[in-house]
């Protein structure tokens, strides 16, 4: 997922307004204007890395003259002492953006580390792991984007670009056909035509009755993996060319056992909302 310069700056500058507002007090009082520096930024946990780009902004923010020496790129594994990045420039930038710097980069790297767990458990299987639009306000493309550095899919961006029918939708329509029947009729006479159409379903019964509609997914939620195995036999029966997704409370320990029912897709709202972010340090030194 690309982000053009002018999100990545705007995310910066609200970012640094938090951290600076007036100026790095402490910085500005003892490090003459002019000084140049050097920084590393180093991993002190194995895991994934994600955010490099959001990082260099941040320096480059503070200073324009900022040169970056060297990087690993989006998405590689690193192991405990790689180097990720070393940037030369003015020695106040770098001890100002340090922590905001580390900031990005060690949630969206804790981000994609925890979606390359998941996606380990799936090998061998077709199944692939889908994030949830449980993600930080501000920060959703940065965290989709990490998802993916990580070997995930995306599910729909927000509410505009999927029609997904939850429970309290279906409650609001009065039953799930009269809500895909909307949804259809929505898509036949807005100018955005063929949304994707999901609905969520609960127990068995409300799969037979949505896997007879004319949608793309049907998504299983909160099933046993014995009852998404069942739903899956009875989808799979029906209409074969439906998309099946199971989604809630999904573990390391059990999303194996689910992507072997044969669903094709796991939705994971821990990997953006609840990832610990990935151990890294940053070392800065005078020129």
Excluded: W
Excluded at 4 to 20: F, G, K, M, S
Excluded at 153 to 175: C, F, Q, T
Aim: charged fraction near 25%; hydrophobic fraction near 45%.
């Amino acid at each position: 997922m690309e982000l053009t310069n002018e999100q990545l700056i705007a995310i910066v500058e609200q970012a640094l307004r938090e951290d600076l507002d007036d100026g790095d007090v402490t910085t500005n009082s003892i490090i003459d204007e002019y000084a140049a520096g050097a920084g590393v930024i180093t991993a002190k946990a194995a895991g994934v890395i994600s955010g490099l780009d959001i990082a260099a902004v941040v320096f480059y923010n503070l200073d324009p003259g900022t040169e970056l020496l060297h990087h690993v790129v989006e998405g590689t594994r690193v192991n405990p002492g790689d180097e990720i990045i070393r940037l030369n420039g003015r020695l106040r930038a770098l001890l100002s953006g340090e922590r905001t710097a580390l900031n990005f980069l060690m949630r969206l790297s804790g981000i994609a580390t925890a979606t390359s767990k998941f996606v380990e458990k799936l090998e061998g299987t077709d199944c692939r792991i889908l994030d949830t639009r449980k993600t930080t306000p501000g920060l959703r493309l940065l965290e989709k984007r990490a998802v993916a550095a990580g070997g995930g899919d995306n599910h729909r961006i927000g509410l505009y670009d999927m029609i997904l029918i939850k429970e309290n939708h279906i409650a609001a329509a009065g039953s799930i056909e009269k809500a895909v029947a909307a949804a259809i009729d929505y898509n036949a006479t807005t100018a955005i035509l063929n949304l994707a159409i999901e609905v969520e379903t609960r127990n068995l019964e409300e799969v037979r009755q949505a896997a007879r509609l004319k949608i793309d997914r049907i998504m299983l939620d909160n099933f046993t993996v014995a009852e998404a195995a069942a739903a899956v036999k009875e989808i799979r029966a029906i209409n074969p060319e439906l998309e099946i997704e199971a989604s809630g409370n999904m573990t390391l320990d059990t999303v194996r056992a689910y992507a072997e029912t044969g669903v094709d897709y796991i939705s994971v709202g821990s990997i953006t909302h609840s990832a610990p972010a990935l151990d890294l340090s940053m070392t800065i030194s005078p020129l």
